[in-house]
């Protein structure tokens, strides 16, 4: 084939091309890379809103019309396939309409190689701009969603800290009620010995006996002030959040919950039993696990309180099981009905009245076990109470 034969076969083939791709509403690019030629069909530049005699035909006309955050990526892929890099001619980007608006395109192309260099490429544009607009739609969408979730997400958790203040409030009330009523009482006795003159003050030794006397009441006061202090140390730490995790065998929580409802625990009477089997060493956030434990025990203690259970019994037990470390919680609080066992781990459900409960412990609870913990936290009825399982993986 000569020159002119050639060409001629060429321009054939590309008003071939053109029908087919008119008729697919593509436009049609040729391009002659060893002349750095460009043809670009009719419909190619009315996608983009020019018409047939305003655009030349060479490469530029392309490349200067790409969106600027585009331009890398697209030349990348011409420089990939005309070097044989890659197989396929294929990449997305965006071209500017002529009155500025943008134009999303698919671009598609085959070249004809000559000893591996690339002659000639022909490709086609699809406008591909409505999908996109869909896309982006369906995108905003999907990060509106996200949004909402996380914004309910953080309300819910400061509503359960909220609510985590007003229980350590009323804890501290609860272990204070007891110091604060001898402090008074010390005061009142101090106050009755004067009004009686129960010391002789104007001789050496019934003042030596009202110092002495001072001194032991001052010495108590300053013990009670003590445990007062200690108190609002103990929860302070007891509810900071943790950053890091600790190493720890799942019994040194517990003991400290124990520690902290020890007041409650001997005021209702009721019996704890323990069964530390678990030896294992495991990575927590203590204090988190802390709070479950607490949210879980202090259940069962207002169940008892409100169900006025008779020789209310609490059992904890720890076990190391295929790897992992099993905590059961079980009390003999006559269980949870059956119709409300499925909620009592969604947000704000709660059989208590609003000043008793939030309906958020157990909802933490499980968010702390299953998604901060990669755990498990499940309920189950079981004899006169209700079991709670919390199942820690050793990580
Ligand atoms: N040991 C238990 N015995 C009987 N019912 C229980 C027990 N533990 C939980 N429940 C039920 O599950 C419900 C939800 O518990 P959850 O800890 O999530 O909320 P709450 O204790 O009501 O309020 P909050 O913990 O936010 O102060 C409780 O209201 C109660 O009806
Ligand atoms: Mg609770």
Not at 321 to 330: A, D, E, L
Not at 370 to 379: I, M, N
């Amino acid at each position: 084939m000569n020159e002119d034969q050639l060409i001629d076969k060429y321009t054939s083939d590309r008003e071939l091309l053109e029908l087919i791709t008119e008729a697919t509403q593509d436009g049609l690019w040729d391009w002659d890379v060893t002349n750095n030629n460009v043809f670009f069909s009719t419909h190619w530049k009315k996608m983009i809103g020019y018409e047939d005699d305003e655009i030349e035909n060479n490469f530029n006309e392309w490349l200067k019309r790409v969106h600027p955050d585009d331009v890398e990526k697209a030349m990348e892929c011409v420089e990939n396939y005309v070097n044989g890099r890659i197989d396929t001619y294929e990449n997305v980007h965006r071209l500017q309409h002529k009155d500025g608006h943008w134009v999303w395109v698919l671009d598609r192309g085959k070249g004809k190689f000559v000893n591996g260099k690339v002659i000639r490429m022909v490709g086609f544009h699809t406008d591909i701009t409505e999908q996109k607009d869909l896309e982006y739609q369906l995108e905003l969408k999907v990060h509106d969603e996200i949004e909402k979730n996380k914004q309910k997400d953080d309300m819910l958790k400061q509503q359960s800290g909220l609510a985590q203040m007003g229980e350590m409030i009323s804890m501290i009330a609860h272990q204070w009620r007891q110091p604060l009523a001898s402090i008074a009482s010390i005061a009142v006795t101090i106050k009755i010995k004067m009004a009686l003159a129960s010391f002789d003050t104007s001789n050496q030794k019934g003042l030596d006996e009202f110092m002495e006397y001072l001194n032991t009441e001052i010495d108590d006061i300053e013990n009670l002030v003590q445990m007062l202090t200690s108190t609002i140390d103990d929860f302070r730490n007891f509810y900071k959040p943790d950053k890091e995790v600790a190493h720890i065998t799942i019994e040194s929580p517990i003991k400290k919950v124990l520690s902290i409802l020890k007041p409650q625990i001997e005021q209702q009477i009721v019996e704890v039993s323990l069964e530390y089997l678990s030896t294992r060493t495991i990575d927590i956030y203590e204090n988190e696990i802390l709070q479950v434990i607490l949210n879980i025990v202090k259940n069962a203690l207002d169940n008892f309180k409100e169900r006025d259970t008779q020789n209310p019994r609490i059992h904890i037990k720890t076990e190391d099981i295929f790897g992992k470390v099993i905590v059961s919680i079980c009390d003999n609080g006559g269980g949870i009905s059956e119709d409300i066992i499925g909620f009592i781990f969604d947000p704000y459900f709660s059989t208590k009245d609003n000043k008793n409960g939030t309906g958020l412990g157990l909802y933490m609870s499980k968010t702390i076990i299953e998604q901060h913990h990669k755990g498990k936290l499940s309920v189950q009825n079981k004899n006169d109470g209700v079991c709670f399982h919390i199942i820690l993986e050793k990580q």
